[in-house]
């Protein structure tokens, strides 16, 4: 089982930063990929940052550069630091986890293919 808490959305000027944090609780162990995705408004999901449990990660061209996940398995905590934001980067963001997948492979970047779901974090930019 695995539980996803999300804080850190808000409103950022474009050009800004804003960094996202999720409590990922898992059990019995560390789930294989965590990432994130984002939706805006009559926009389709879009998955755009990932993370292996072996700390392996993979972006979205839309954000790469910009945005870097990280985690702190310490604390079971997942981040997404977002650099030089844009008006296009405004979206619900959710935390998402997978519990198990292969080392073989590079996370996967499709919504069908995370188990589990935080509620969900509201991230606008505009001047």
């Known amino acids: 089982q695995v539980q996803i808490v999300e804080s850190g959305g808000g409103s950022v000027q474009p050009g800004g930063s804003l960094r996202l944090s999720c409590t990922v609780s898992s059990d019995p162990s560390r789930p294989y990929c965590m990432g994130w995705f984002r939706q805006a408004p009559g926009e389709e999901r879009e998955g755009i940052a990932f993370v292996r449990s072996d700390g392996r990660t993979n972006y979205a061209e839309s954000v790469k550069g910009r945005f870097t996940i990280s985690q702190d398995s310490g604390k079971n905590k997942l981040y997404l630091q977002m650099n030089s934001m844009k008006p296009e980067d405004a979206a619900m963001y959710y935390c998402?986890?997978?519990?198990?997948?292969?080392?073989?492979?590079?996370?996967?970047?499709?919504?069908?293919?995370?188990?589990?779901w935080g509620q969900g974090t509201q991230v606008t930019v505009s001047s």
């Open positions: 998402v986890a997978r519990q198990r997948g292969s080392m073989a492979f590079r996370c996967p970047i499709q919504s069908d293919d995370y188990d589990y």
